[in-house]
């Protein structure tokens, strides 16, 4: 496998492109075959998948050079088929390396993230207060729909170069401000590489409850700061984990380990349509893109993908079913947060959960809070909480 820059022949060594020629059969993009007009051998187009790619190699016997795009495993097809077939790879520039070089900026710092046959959901938390930031773009995530995107979560510190058509004649290099992005026109061929040039929001873990968006004028359907600090620390969660948060109300749980779980996922199911809004402004503010869905656990829990953490703040009288269902999903080594506020909801979630196969850890909080008092200071008690942590025992299956 041989990568090639934009410019063709221009890009490769002499050794490599005689490989090409001396070759009897030559794969890849219609772009990357239409620099060999004059190879004699058999050309192959490489589309549709790689499934078929992989089953031509394992059973071909002549001479085969594949050509990839730049450094073919920078986001590439080479680490793919290099584990399906037996293949050497001589990597060209990636177009990181060449978009960094145009920008005269080092690149070991950056933080790599493609948007390229992928969904934009979950890049704000991934990305939210990271100094240089390389994005793969494609046609339908554009560097226009990446700014919109951006500009929605209001991470208006960065600035954009974009770089198009790098190594190509049609080359073209330019900064712009994301109100600029959105409304410039951009070659399919680009790569965006964001640079912060102001400061970001710092949100640490245990954010203010007065921070979030609350029901008005009823507020409190929250769990509270320093709850979610316990539950949240009771769930183990890693930078990876897919989480869920049943009954999320304002988001406060699952927006707090998106930003934990930057590279993972977070599912969070609400039955209020009305809390489903509030929870979506709270996302926006504290930059954190997750699946949010409207309904009433356990219904739609099957859209989500099993999960290594599952927090519990609200059932609806429907705790069983919902738990049957967690117990029955959760990932080896996962563990299930409950929080409870009486002692008939702590004495059944233990019994199911014990009946499951799963391991228990109670801890109950009581937490007050100083306020003032004239010039002298009293502590008002919050509600006393269970929370019930549970890992599923050695050798149980539920």
């Given at each position: 496998?041989?990568?090639?820059g934009?410019n063709?022949?221009?890009s490769?060594?002499p050794?490599?492109?005689?490989?090409?020629?001396?070759?009897?059969?030559?794969?890849g993009?219609?772009?990357?075959l239409?620099?060999?007009?004059?190879?004699?051998g058999?050309?192959?187009?490489?589309?549709g998948?790689?499934?078929?790619?992989?089953?031509?190699?394992?059973?071909?016997?002549?001479?085969t050079v594949?050509?990839a795009s730049?450094d073919?495993l920078?986001?590439?097809?080479?680490?793919?088929l290099?584990?399906?077939?037996d293949?050497?790879?001589?990597?060209?520039?990636?177009?990181?390396?060449?978009a960094?070089?145009?920008?005269?900026?080092s690149?070991?710092?950056?933080?790599?993230?493609?948007?390229?046959?992928?969904s934009?959901?979950?890049?704000?938390q991934?990305?939210?207060?990271?100094?240089?930031?390389?994005?793969?773009?494609?046609a339908?995530?554009?560097?226009n729909k990446?700014?919109e995107?951006?500009?929605?979560?209001?991470?208006n510190?960065?600035?954009?170069?974009?770089?198009?058509?790098?190594?190509?004649?049609?080359?073209?290099?330019?900064?712009?401000?994301?109100e600029?992005?959105?409304?410039?026109?951009f070659?399919?061929l680009?790569i965006?590489?964001?640079?912060?040039?102001?400061?970001?929001?710092?949100?640490?873990?245990?954010?203010?409850d007065?921070?979030?968006?609350?029901?008005?004028?009823?507020?409190?359907l929250?769990?509270?700061k320093?709850i979610r600090?316990?539950?949240?620390?009771?769930?183990?969660?890693?930078?990876?984990?897919?989480?869920?948060?049943?009954?999320?109300?304002?988001?406060?749980?699952?927006?707090?380990?998106?930003?934990?779980?930057?590279?993972?996922?977070?599912?969070?199911i609400?039955k209020?349509?009305?809390?489903?809004?509030?929870c979506?402004?709270?996302?926006?503010?504290?930059?954190?893109?997750?699946?949010l869905?409207?309904?009433?656990a356990?219904?739609?829990?099957?859209?989500?993908?099993?999960?290594?953490?599952?927090?519990?703040?609200?059932?609806?009288?429907?705790?069983?079913?919902?738990v049957?269902?967690?117990?029955?999903?959760?990932?080896?080594n996962?563990?299930?947060?409950?929080?409870?506020?009486?002692?008939?909801?702590?004495?059944?979630a233990?019994?199911?959960?014990?009946?499951?196969?799963?391991?228990t850890?109670?801890?109950l909080?009581?937490?007050?809070?100083?306020?003032?008092i004239?010039?002298?200071?009293?502590?008002?008690?919050?509600?006393?909480?269970y929370?019930?942590?549970?890992?599923?025992k050695?050798?149980?299956?539920?």
């Amino acid at each position: 496998m041989i990568g090639i820059g934009d410019n063709g022949k221009d890009s490769l060594f002499p050794l490599y492109e005689q490989w090409i020629y001396e070759s009897e059969v030559l794969i890849g993009g219609e772009r990357q075959l239409s620099f060999f007009p004059d190879y004699q051998g058999e050309k192959v187009i490489l589309k549709g998948g790689l499934q078929p790619i992989v089953e031509r190699l394992q059973h071909e016997t002549r001479s085969t050079v594949i050509l990839a795009s730049g450094d073919p495993l920078f986001y590439g097809i080479g680490s793919y088929l290099a584990g399906k077939a037996d293949i050497e790879i001589y990597p060209y520039l990636s177009s990181l390396q060449l978009a960094f070089a145009k920008m005269k900026e080092s690149w070991q710092d950056a933080y790599f993230v493609s948007i390229h046959g992928r969904s934009m959901q979950g890049l704000a938390q991934r990305i939210d207060g990271k100094k240089k930031i390389a994005v793969l773009t494609d046609a339908e995530n554009s560097p226009n729909k990446l700014a919109e995107y951006l500009l929605s979560f209001g991470m208006n510190e960065y600035e954009a170069f974009v770089a198009e058509n790098l190594g190509g004649a049609e080359e073209r290099c330019r900064w712009f401000s994301l109100e600029e992005m959105v409304k410039a026109e951009f070659s399919p061929l680009n790569i965006v590489i964001l640079k912060k040039v102001s400061k970001s929001p710092v949100w640490p873990i245990g954010i203010e409850d007065d921070e979030f968006v609350q029901r008005k004028p009823e507020k409190g359907l929250i769990t509270k700061k320093e709850i979610r600090v316990l539950s949240l620390s009771a769930l183990h969660l890693k930078e990876d984990s897919v989480v869920w948060d049943i009954g999320t109300c304002t988001g406060s749980v699952a927006i707090e380990a998106a930003r934990m779980a930057r590279e993972g996922k977070v599912y969070a199911i609400e039955k209020n349509e009305h809390d489903i809004e509030i929870c979506r402004k709270n996302m926006r503010k504290f930059r954190t893109d997750f699946t949010l869905v409207h309904g009433k656990a356990p219904e739609r829990l099957d859209e989500f993908p099993d999960p290594d953490a599952v927090f519990i703040g609200g059932t609806s009288s429907e705790l069983e079913s919902i738990v049957q269902v967690c117990c029955a999903r959760l990932k080896k080594n996962g563990r299930i947060v409950i929080n409870a506020i009486t002692i008939e909801t702590l004495s059944k979630a233990v019994e199911i959960l014990e009946k499951n196969g799963f391991r228990t850890h109670i801890v109950l909080a009581q937490i007050s809070r100083s306020k003032p008092i004239l010039q002298l200071t009293r502590f008002a008690a919050l509600n006393p909480i269970y929370i019930i942590s549970a890992e599923r025992k050695e050798n149980a299956e539920c």
